[in-house]
């Protein structure tokens, strides 16, 4: 895997500190591990998870130096792409956000052995999280790496994002029709739509895309709103 990791790494541009391949190593034994008594993953191979979770969080960094910036991963799950980030540019401070505490122990746990340290875990729903203070309006970046639509993402994401960051959402290539049903939405929730930056993961033929959504006024009063009202009648 280490060789594997490096190979990708230099084939994404990234120069990563030089113990990052051994820590992602640990961190995808832990994984594969934990993921026998927990559902963290249905990536069970570790050529995959180096290839479709590493590599494809580290990515992001290819379009976006994220250097001493606080970052929010919603719905963080098995850690990606937060911790992938927080490995790649140890100067990140990262707040996990997810609505599973089991899972939020476990990235505890992932962190204690990999000796990161300025990383917050936050067990909370996200539309609910957004209207707190210290985290409404107040990241360098939001990142999501799920299959909601887009629409969705954008309502749960920006209000995390304060005015001149950016909301990076990870998607398949093939969002053509997602991306333009959700201009309105970005909108209205105080974005702009940049260009989107593809790219394909290192060692594979998948191509994917990142959304760039940069954050221009605050995000208005009743967003997000209950999750039922999201779901049922996006923006």
């Known amino acids: 895997m280490k060789r594997q990791l490096s190979h990708g790494f230099a084939a994404l541009g990234l120069a990563p500190p ?8 640990t961190y ?35 379009f976006h130096n994220m250097e001493f910036s606080t970052l929010i991963d919603v719905g963080t799950g098995a850690g990606f792409p937060g911790m992938v980030l927080k490995l790649l540019q140890p100067s990140v401070s990262l707040t996990l956000l997810d609505s599973l505490e089991k899972r939020l122990d476990w990235l505890g746990q992932v962190c204690a052995t990999l000796s990161l340290t300025d990383v917050a875990r936050v067990h909370a729903r996200a539309e609910e999280q957004a209207q707190k203070p210290g985290f409404r309006d107040s990241f360098d970046f939001a990142v999501a790496r799920a299959v ?31 991306c333009t049903a959700a201009l309105p939405a970005i909108h209205q929730l105080g974005g702009r739509a940049l260009p989107s930056e593809d790219y394909m993961i290192p060692g594979t033929d998948i191509r994917r895309r990142i959304i760039v959504v940069e954050k221009v006024s605050p995000t208005p009063n009743g967003y997000p709103r209950r999750w039922a009202k999201l779901r049922k009648a996006p923006l």
Do not use: W
């Open 18 to 25: 030089e113990d990052t391949a051994k820590k992602l190593e």
């Open 28 to 62: 995808a034994q832990m994984l594969l591990e934990q993921n026998r008594v927990m559902n963290l993953t249905a990536i069970t191979d570790p050529t995959q998870v180096a290839a479709l979770h590493f590599l494809d969080s580290a990515a992001l960094l290819r």
């Open 148 to 178: 909601a639509d887009l629409r969705v993402l954008c309502e749960l994401c920006l209000p995390y994002v304060k005015v001149g960051g950016r909301f990076l959402a990870m998607k398949a290539a093939d969002c053509d029709g997602e």
